[in-house]
């Protein structure tokens, strides 16, 4: 059974720092593409960043966010820095790969974080 499991939300002050983590089982991350998505209160999941063949992040956390993987940890993180209020949302980790034509995808089950003073 696949599973991801997000960890290292919480509350910061703006301008603050969290670095969240996505720990995998029953799936080997290195052959997949890695990203997080974000989802505040009352609007939709919106793509943050996407590590994968290249790596690719939202305008909006260009210069603050940084997304890394490590295989060898079968994890993928999401370094935040400079936080700001419009940042709070719930954070989750997703996990894509096409085989043979079928898509497979994986989501954690999210990490609530909160910007706030």
């Known amino acids: 059974q696949v599973q991801l499991v997000e960890s290292g939300g919480g509350l910061v002050q703006p301008g603050g720092s969290l670095r969240l983590s996505c720990a995998a089982s029953?799936?080997?991350?290195?052959?997949?593409?890695l990203s997080w998505y974000r989802q505040a209160p009352g609007k939709e999941r919106d793509l943050v960043a996407t590590?994968?063949?290249?790596?690719t992040y939202a305008d909006s956390v260009k210069g603050r966010l940084t997304i890394s993987r490590d295989n060898a940890k079968n994890t993928v993180s999401l370094q935040m820095n400079s936080l700001k209020y419009e940042d709070t949302a719930v954070y989750y980790c997703?996990?894509?790969?096409?085989?043979?034509?079928?898509?497979?995808?994986?989501w954690g089950q999210g990490t609530q974080v909160t910007v706030s003073s």
């Open positions: 997703h996990a894509r790969r096409l085989v043979g034509g079928f898509n497979y995808h994986y």
């Open positions: 029953g799936v080997t991350l290195g052959s997949y593409v």
């Open positions: 590590i994968g063949g290249v790596t």
